[in-house]
């Protein structure tokens, strides 16, 4: 399995004023009401009604203390695939949920796509209710081994200039579950496609929990260029962060703060709720 630059910058922050008034209406249509947690930071909707009108190929995952937003350019592969990692609460799949929700607010399905492969039965329904979504399969079938292995080909075809079409963004909200029931061909197209797949616009997005990081071969996590840390509070995960990026010890809001690998430092953002 190759193994990217460990100094790969995660997703770019770009810093934009009021989306067209379309956007909301077309977000309360398809997503409905949200799960209800607790808000402390901005919302989806305090971000979008901040920004000017946003480049296609844009998803948003979060906003800075300093007024600047996180955004993820599916055009530039530079930042490479994300890793969110977490504790059980610490709001990995909400953030999830909010990158599949503005990549349908902000792109046609001509410009960006999504798939989903998850666990919960009631995101498979939330992701296949949006335009955007070519696919949402859960985790343990057949099914997601298809998916990837898709995703893979159209990958190769478009690094032989053989295939276009629109940017592809793949969730996973459980990694470890995916990883359990299949072998190890698998992990390896996997890796490959959380590596070299951002070169063709083919992204992922996956999800970890804390207490299961070190049950992931080390080499594949390296894949994911940009790593996305909630709150850890295990001692082992901890440290192991500490090692691979030198990540701080300081406690984050569960459920609202995560910190992003940026210009070799880690930067502290809010995670947008759906509300």
Known sequence: MDTPDENYPPAHIQSDSPPPDWAMVLFQEIIGQAVPVQQVGPSLQDILNQTGPLPPQTVVIGACDDGCHLLLDLADPHPGSLLLIGDRGAGKTQLLRTMMSSLGLLNTPRQARAALI??????????????????????????????????VELAEQRRQGRQAGPAVLLLIDDLLALLNTLDDSFTGLLGWLAHRGPESRIWLAAALGSEAINRVDPALLRCFG??????????????????ERSFPAEALIPGAQFRAWINDEWVK???PGLT
């Open 269 to 271: 953002f809010w995670a």
């Open 226 to 243: 940009a790593w996305l840390v909630g709150q850890v509070s295990l001692p082992a995960a901890a440290a192991f962060l500490a090692c």
């Open 118 to 151: 998850s666990t919960d039965t009631t995101s498979l329904a939330e992701a296949v209710a949006l335009p955007n979504c070519i696919k949402a399969v859960p985790g343990y079938s057949d099914e997601a081994i298809r998916l990837v292995e898709g995703l």
